[in-house]
């Protein structure tokens, strides 16, 4: 076939290596391979004794989770949704980095993966989770121990920030806000959460997108961050290294919400009446565009859109309420956090639930 195709002139010296590399022992590796030029004979000989496979190029984003990867995993090299799902939901592959971890969601590191063909879900599953324990000990060794609470619970907040912003430079102040919100007993109310919540509710035949709806934001889940105290029972999607690193080191400061710029950032503020006046300035940008009107400039009386967190999300602000969350809640700062920093949240500026997780 080789020598049909073009890739071989000749195939009686391919055979003398063959033939001279069973005497020695050497055999070649079977597997599906990819041959799309002319080559020696000692190039393919070498090529199947090593076992170079024909791999898929598969790229998980930062902030994507189980739903999402399932998807990419279907398209890509068409492992069924479900397979990967319910790999996922088995936590024995990091029962030491997590032993309180409900799924493998959080320790799927995003990355680019060459994927040999015709690999399964618990192969994918297995090198993705390798790839996690690669960065934890190369970028965090010394930082993050492996069992900890705090490896837990940083990697659940940094979670939470990967969803928030795209722009690494932002992610410390929002680390910062959440950090902080924590530490005064205040809901996170994030967005994303309540998001995850639904797809975990509805599953992978249903998936819900951002906006949150008034239905979600009243849900019982222990990951809906408007009704239920502290961080979440785990992570809401695969962190990169920024937001890992802004989760071991919030940025500080005193602001505690923040709003949506309409240009992939935020705009902070330490008050309940400064966000108010952030949000308003938010529904005025927002008016404008409606009307085809010029995007009021930076510096002006523009924000953007709201990021939900804190209750301040433009379509259910509500500082009354605000008030009564902070007099009757409580949670506690992030193991990985520095005291004095840290936490709250907003609506997810990715539409893939956020950036790009059957049912979990």
């Given amino acids: 076939m080789l020598v049909a195709r073009g890739i071989l002139a000749h195939p009686l010296p391919f055979l003398l290596m063959y033939g001279l590399g069973r005497t020695a022992h050497r055999t070649l590796k079977a597997g599906e391979y990819l041959f799309d030029r002319p080559l020696t004979p000692i190039a393919v000989y070498e090529k199947l004794e090593q076992g170079r496979v024909y791999a898929q190029i598969v790229v998980i984003p930062e902030g994507f989770d189980r739903f999402d990867m399932a998807r990419i995993f279907h398209d890509r090299l068409g492992i ?21 971890a409900p799924t493998l969601e959080g320790y799927l590191f995003p990355d680019t993966y060459r994927v040999p063909y015709g690999a399964g879900a618990e192969q994918v599953v297995e090198m993705m989770v390798t790839r996690f ?102 992570p809401i999607c695969s962190p990169g290294v920024a937001s890992i690193r802004a989760a071991l080191d919030p940025a500080s400061g005193t602001a505690l919400y923040f709003v949506s710029n309409h240009h992939g950032g935020h705009i902070f503020a330490a008050t309940l009446e400064e966000h108010a006046r952030n949000v308003a300035r938010y529904r005025r940008q927002e008016a404008y565009e409606r009307q085809g009107a010029q995007p009021i400039r930076a510096g002006s009386a523009a924000s953007g859109r709201p990021s939900g967190g804190s209750g301040a999300s433009a379509e259910r602000f509500n500082s009354g309420d605000e008030r009564e969350q902070q007099k009757r809640t409580h949670s506690r700062l992030p193991a990985g956090a520095r005291a004095g920093t840290g936490g709250a949240s907003g609506n997810s500026p990715d539409t893939s639930g956020a950036r790009p997780t059957p049912r979990s």
């Fill in 80 to 100: 069924p949704p479900g397979d990967f799902l319910q790999v996922t939901r088995q936590v024995g592959l990091i029962h030491d980095l997590d032993p309180a």
């Fill in 133 to 234: 324990r690669q960065i934890l000990r190369t970028r965090f060794e010394n930082e993050l121990e492996p069992g900890s609470t705090k490896l837990h619970e940083v990697i659940t907040l940094a979670s939470l920030v990967e969803k928030e912003t795209p722009d690494p430079l932002e992610r410390p102040r929002i680390a910062g806000v959440f950090a902080r919100r924590l530490g005064k007993s205040m809901l996170l109310n994030c967005d994303p959460t309540v998001i995850y919540a639904a797809r975990l509710a509805r599953g992978y035949a249903d998936l819900p997108q951002p906006p949150v709806t008034r239905g979600q934001l009243e849900a019982r889940s222990p990951y809906n961050t408007y009704r239920v105290a502290g961080l979440p029972p785990g």
